[in-house]
């Protein structure tokens, strides 16, 4: 039976994901156990692709294989690994059955295969029941038996991927072998998978980028990304925070200085753009950069040459630029503060980074990764997240977005053991540890968020735009998504409201978006 409904599935046309959703579906549903995982290998740990059965944070987590020994096991031999109940080895998964999160129960009976496709490892999967007993000597040679169709569907599946990938880059010039997707960006929305289309599509060309986004949305990481599947991946990445570059300096560190050109100048030295010559310069912050640097980056970026501190020679750099800031650049061209042509050079492909707030349940895939890897830090058996404390992390703001959340995780545990907790338990992270502070939404009578409160240490500007957003959002809801009514209901002009929420970054369903919003 199980067979059959596995080989129907590898007939049948479905994206990846949801054929390996599919696949440790009927697993579990087929060997009645508490859970099913599928985990890739990539380099020296193992990710989750596909789990039925676990908590949903499981999905963000990374299992270093150095540091969980049955999964090792599972792994360095082909075949059924079985674990019983009384074995000495830690479980990964302690704890993580979904339908016991409230309890602390531990993994009972394991059973696990590696997997491999073209010949070469590529993960494993794993099966863990709470009952002991489950996993009788017939289910390990039913699941031997399996092995073949398992591995049959995670190869269509790579090779469904490759096609639609190919499809995609028809039109786009090659530029040697596909980049490896190293998994460090986490998040299954729709807003993230938006995103990521679109880093892909514009990262092969060699037009200038601008991130855009809110503190601790991660746009390293996305400039990262843009240069890892550009055509200048071999290349040097120079990444410049340009919020730390004193004034005084900031030409000699961009562009260079040549010997004498200033105090202290004893020799020659190359800047940031010659650093880059090839690959790709990432300005960080780069609205934080003075007016009179402004005026020489834009000269580099119109003809492609830099003119060292000190020098009267010009010199040719091959850079692409990929900026980033968490400013209204639009706001400081008006104000004078910075050149509008720099900006719309800068800008000739804007993207902007949604907020963590606007992710859905990607917070959850997050905060699975950050606890998997304070769990390994501080030499837990297993950290998790109590149900009220993931309602809780759905719930807030996150006005300091993913970098917020992984302080609020690493502070939950590290309050966790210095209240008494044993490293050798099951340890939940329940609601009151996370300390979550800045604007909180609240939920009114009816568990809706009725409104946004500042703490005191949100910024003022922090704690009045998060506000704005959320009245913007509750009148849109009351109307029907009619901006006209919402606006009236607000008592202000609809062409303000217009521009305040684009000014936000406002984004809904295409019902309720704002007009000219990205």
């Known amino acids: 039976m199980i067979g059959e409904l596995i080989l129907t599935d590898l007939c049948a046309d479905f994206p990846q994901a949801v054929r390996l959703q599919r696949l440790v579906g009927s697993l579990r549903s087929h060997f009645r156990c508490g859970a099913v995982a599928m985990l890739r290998l990539e380099e020296d740990h193992l990710r989750p692709v596909a789990v039925d059965g676990l908590v949903r944070d499981a999905l963000g987590r990374r299992f270093a294989v150095g540091l ?51 010949g070469k490892p590529w993960g494993v999967l794993t099966l863990d029941a709470l009952e002991v007993g ?96 550009s055509r200048r991946r071999d290349r040097p990445l120079i990444h410049v925070n340009c919020a730390a570059l004193p004034e005084s300096l900031a030409e000699s560190e961009l562009f260079g200085h040549v010997r004498g050109a200033f105090s202290g100048a004893t020799g020659e030295r190359p800047g940031r753009f010659e650093a880059a010559d090839g690959g790709t310069l990432f300005l960080d912050e780069v609205g934080e950069l003075p007016l009179a640097i402004q005026a020489k980056l834009l000269r580099t970026l119109q003809n492609g040459e830099i003119q060292r501190l000190g020098s009267d020679r010009p010199r040719r750099v091959d850079v692409r630029v990929i900026a980033a800031t968490n400013r209204n650049l639009r706001e400081h061209v008006r104000d004078g503060s910075f050149r509008a042509d720099l900006y719309h050079r800068l800008s000739v492909y804007p993207i902007p980074i949604p907020p963590l707030r606007e992710r859905g349940n990607d917070v959850l895939l997050l905060a699975g990764r950050f606890l998997e890897l304070n769990r390994a830090r501080l030499g837990l058996r297993s950290l998790r997240l109590s149900a009220a404390a993931q309602d809780a992390l759905r719930r807030y703001a996150w006005p300091g977005n993913v970098r917020e959340l992984e302080h609020v995780v690493s502070r939950a545990a590290l309050k966790l053991l210095s209240r008494g907790a044993s490293r050798k338990d099951i340890i939940t992270v ?89």
């Open 68 to 118: 969980h020994p049955r999964l090792a096991a599972i792994l360095a031999r082909r075949g059924v690994t079985c674990f019983h109940h009384d074995s000495a080895l830690p479980d990964p998964y302690d704890g993580l059955i979904d339908e016991h999160v409230g309890e602390p129960l531990p993994v009972h009976d394991c059973m696990g295969i590696s997997l491999q496709s073209e």
């Open 134 to 229: 489950t996993f009788t000597a017939s289910a390990q040679a039913e699941l031997g038996q399996l092995t073949a169709l398992i591995e049959a569907s995670i190869r269509t599946s790579r090779l469904e991927g490759e096609i639609r990938a190919l499809r995609l880059a028809r039109t786009v010039e090659p530029a040697g072998d596909t980049p490896r997707d190293d998994g460090e960006i986490i998040g299954e929305s729709e807003a993230i998978g938006q995103l990521l289309h679109e880093i892909g599509v514009v990262a092969d060309s060699e037009l200038p980028v601008l991130l855009l986004g809110e503190t601790g949305v991660g746009k390293e990481l996305f400039a990262h990304r843009l240069h890892r599947l």
């Open 430 to 518: 329940d609601a009151d540890l996370l300390d979550l502070d800045g604007v909180v939404a609240i939920p009114d009578e009816t568990g809706e968020s009725a409104a946004f409160l500042p703490a005191p240490t949100a910024t003022l500007r922090e704690a009045v735009e998060a506000c704005q957003r959320q009245c913007i959002d509750l009148a849109l809801q009351a109307q029907g998504g009619n901006w006209a009514q919402a606006a009236r209901q607000l008592g202000v002009d609809a062409s303000n409201l217009h521009k305040l929420a684009r000014r936000l970054g406002f984004k809904g369903d295409d019902r309720r978006r704002a007009p000219g919003a990205r």
